[in-house]
C-alpha cells in the first residue's frame, strides 16, 4: 500500500468548516485584480490615481448596505470583523454619557466581543453577561432584569458561529431602548445566510466580515446608525470620515463589495442548505451516544452534534487524517483546549462539551460529500469507542 502521506495527498479532501472560513469566490477575485493592478493609488490622493481607488472604494460600499438593509453612509469598512466588534463596543462606550457605564453582552459571544468586553471591565466598567437558554437562545428575561438606565450598550449577535442559532435581535432592540441603551449586534456568521436588515432589527452597529462571505481576509465592516455617537478606535487620516484612520485596503473592500452583492442575490440558495444540513444531521444522529446542540431557529448550514464518551479533539484528527475537515468550537490558548464558552453558557456538561464538533457547510458542498463525511464520523467515532474499550480493559 501507497505510504499514508501519499494517500493522504491524492484523497479528495471534504470542506465542512465554512464557519471558520469561506474559499475566495472567484468572481470576487476577478473584481479585485484591477484593485491589485491598475487602480493602485491611494483613495486620499487627489489626482487620477488617488480617484480611481476612491471610486473603487465607495462603489463597494453600495453593495454592502444594500446586503445589510443600510445607506452607503452608514458603513464603515474595517479591518475584519474583529475590529469591527472592537469599534463598536469601545466606540459607543467611549461616547456614551458618565451615567451609562455599563455594557451588557451575551454569555455566548465571539470572543471579539467578550474578549473586548474584558478589556473594558479592566478599564473600569461595569460588564455583566446576559444567560443562555440550554437550547442556545437568550435569556430574554435575564436580558430585562439587566438593562437599565445606566447601560451604554447591549451586544448579541444575530447567528452564533459554534451552533448557528439565530437570536431574537428585534427583541433585543425593543427591551434595550425601553431603557435608552444601544444594542450591537455581531452578523458575522448571519451575514449571506439569513436576510439581515438593520434599519428594520432598529440595531445601532452590526459587524459582517468578508471572509466569512466567500470575500478575502484581513476586511469587514461596521454598520453605524445615522446620528450614532461612536468614538473613533484609530487615530490618524480622515478616512472613513474621521471614523477609522488608515488607508483604506482597496483591494479587500472592492472583494468585500462583490462578495456582498453575491451573497444578496444568492440567499435563496443560502437558505437552501438547510436540506442538506438536515440530512447531515439525521446521518450523524443514527449514530449511537449522539446529540444536537442547538434548538430554534438556526442558520442552514450548521449544525454542532456532540458523541458520548468521544474527546472531539482526537475525532478532529482523525477525521482531517480521512481528509475531511470540520471544527471544535474550543479556541486554543496556551497550547491548552478550552472548552467552548458557547456550549457551557447553555447549561450542557463538560463531558458533552468535551464531546462536540461543528460541521458547517457552503456553496459548494454536495450531497456526495455529505454522505462521505457521515461514514467518516460513524467509522472514526466506532474506533475511538473500541480503543477506550480496549484500554479500560487494559487498566482493569
Ligand atoms: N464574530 C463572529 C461571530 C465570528 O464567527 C468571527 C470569526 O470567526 C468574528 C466575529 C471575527 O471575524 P474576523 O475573523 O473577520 O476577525
New binding site residues.
Partial sequence: MAPLSDRIRSMERIYLDH???TPLDDRVLQAMLPALQERFGNPSSIHWFGQQARAAVDEARVPVAALLGAMPSEIIFTA??????NMALRGIAGASPEARRKILCSAA??H??LHTAKALAEEGWQVEYVRIRPGGLLDLDDLRAKVDETTAVVAV?F???ETGVVQPIGDVVRIAQEKGALVHC?A??AGGKIPVDAQALGVDTL?I????IYGP??V?ALYVQRGTRLRALLRGGAQERNRRAGTENVAGIVGLGRAAKIALEELPEAEKLATLRDWLEQRLLAIPGSARNGEGPRVANTTNISFEGIEAESLLLALDLMGVAVSTGAACAAGAMEPSHVLRAMGLPIERVQGSLRFSMGRSTTAAQVESACAAVAEAVERQREVSRVSAVRRA
Avoid: I, R, Y
Avoid at 466580515?209 to 466569512?212: G, L, N, R, W
Fill in positions: 464557519n471558520a472560513t475584519s470583523g474583529t475590529e469591527a466588534d459571544e465571539h471579539a466581543v449577535m447567528a452564533n458561529n455581531d458575522v456568521q459587524a466580515s468578508a471572509h466569512k481576509k484581513g469587514g
